[in-house]
Structures are given as structure tokens and as C-alpha cells.
């Protein structure tokens, strides 16, 4: 079975610029999740769906972030503008169901805005 | 609101060492707890999960148990590797609610040493 799927695996920007991040989840699974990972913390949840539907984007900074799953299936997350601060990984994740089935996550998208 | 502490922020063990890493959570849900476990240049995986309280999560000689009264979740494991080299991250779901909310804990980085 194949796993989560991102790309690219790293983007290089200069701030300003635009760029989107694309995630193919396991087949099945209704729920995706975009986090951002700065160097040496942890994942922090920006925006998760359910199907097509956004569930909580309450923590994705709106004015430059989107994110969209209009099928249900793949992902796009998207930054309008990039900023120093957005240098991070971006992660996928994905699972079936609700509750207590396992997160499966992509092995990510490395930004540098320089 | 629902967070999920770990204080050790680094370990530092050798090879036939014990591990033991602590965390506590605080939650208004029915929670799953999981220990995840990231390796440089990949995204997390999933390490175990423990979806009771006072039951034990069991895998690759890792031990995991949840406290329910101390709201607390920890992890050990006998004898450490040096292939058990990696961050190690405390990780609280809601096994109850429509929301399907996942969150992560700062990580423990674990170096073990030959």
C-alpha cells in the first residue's frame, strides 16, 4: 500500500514569492492534516479536512495561507507570499476514520525563505 | 485548552541504558494517547498507542501507559539502541468527538550513545 505522498521535497524562495505544496493521502483515508514544523520543534496543526470539508483552519494565517481538498482526495496547501518566518517542513498526514486510528504522514516539504 | 507538555527536552543515554520520558496532557475529551517518533529527514510514525487509561501500549520493546488521575503518559523502554536514536513525540487524540483534532508535544530528542 503505498504511503502519503508530497511534493517537492524542498522549495527555496525569496520572500514574496508564491509556492504551493501538494499531498496525495493513502487511498480511503477521509481525513488529511497540514502541519508546520519549524527546525527542531515540533508539528504544529495549521489546518485539517474531513473529505472536501475544512474541520479547523483556525490556526492557518489566513491572509497568505489557503489550503483546499476539493475532491476529497489530494491536497494543496498554498503560500501567497512567502515570509523568513515561514521556513519550516510541511507536513501531510492522514488517516481513515476518526478517534483512535494511526496519523500516517508524508515525509514532507522543506522551505527556506530567504 | 487541550495541550500536551513534555519537559525533557533532550536525553542523552547509553547503548543497555533504561529510557523513561514522561508527558502530560490536559484535555476535555475522551483521549488516545500516542508516541510518535520522528527520524532525520522524515515524518513522524507511529510508535504505539494506548486508547484506556491504565493499559499498556506495547512495540519494538517500547513500553507505553497512561495515568488518568495525573493526567499523565509515559514511555520506557529496558534497554536502549543506538538505532533508537530519534525525537520521540508525545501525542494526544480524541477517541469521542466529531472534531478529530490531533495534537503534538515539543518532543524529547533521544541521543544514545555506542
Known amino acids: 500500500e503505498a504511503g502519503v505522498t508530497q511534493s517537492p521535497r524542498y522549495a527555496v524562495l525569496q520572500e514574496g514569492q508564491a509556492v504551493s505544496f501538494w499531498c496525495d493521502p493513502i487511498s480511503g483515508h477521509d481525513t488529511l492534516y497540514w502541519y508546520q514544523q519549524p527546525r527542531d520543534q515540533g508539528p504544529q496543526l495549521l489546518v485539517y479536512?474531513?473529505?472536501?470539508?475544512?474541520?479547523?483552519n483556525s490556526q492557518l494565517p489566513s491572509d497568505r495561507f489557503s489550503a483546499v481538498r476539493p475532491k476529497g482526495t489530494n491536497s494543496t496547501l498554498k503560500i501567497q507570499s512567502a515570509k523568513q518566518g515561514d521556513t519550516a517542513t510541511y507536513l501531510c498526514?492522514?488517516?481513515?476514520?476518526?478517534?483512535?486510528?494511526?496519523?500516517?504522514f508524508g515525509a514532507g516539504t522543506r522551505l527556506s525563505v530567504l | 485548552g487541550d495541550s500536551v507538555t513534555q519537559m525533557q527536552g533532550q536525553v542523552t543515554l547509553s547503548e543497555d541504558d533504561f529510557l523513561f520520558i514522561n508527558c502530560t496532557y490536559s484535555t476535555t475529551w475522551y483521549p488516545t494517547l500516542f508516541w510518535y517518533v520522528q527520524y532525520p529527514g522524515e515524518g513522524p510514525q507511529l510508535l504505539l498507542k494506548?486508547?484506556?487509561?491504565?493499559n499498556k501500549g506495547i512495540s519494538r520493546g517500547f513500553e507505553a501507559t497512561y495515568d488518568k488521575g495525573t493526567t499523565s503518559f509515559h514511555l520506557q523502554k529496558a534497554s536502549v539502541q543506538e538505532s533508537d536514536s530519534a525525537v520521540y513525540y508525545c501525542v494526544l487524540g480524541d477517541r469521542s468527538s466529531n472534531t478529530n483534532k490531533v495534537v503534538f508535544g515539543t518532543g524529547t530528542r533521544l541521543q544514545v550513545l555506542p
Open positions: 494506548v486508547t484506556t487509561a491504565n
Open positions: 498526514a492522514s488517516r481513515q476514520d476518526w478517534g483512535t486510528t494511526t496519523l500516517y
Open positions: 479536512f474531513r473529505d472536501e470539508a475544512v474541520i479547523d
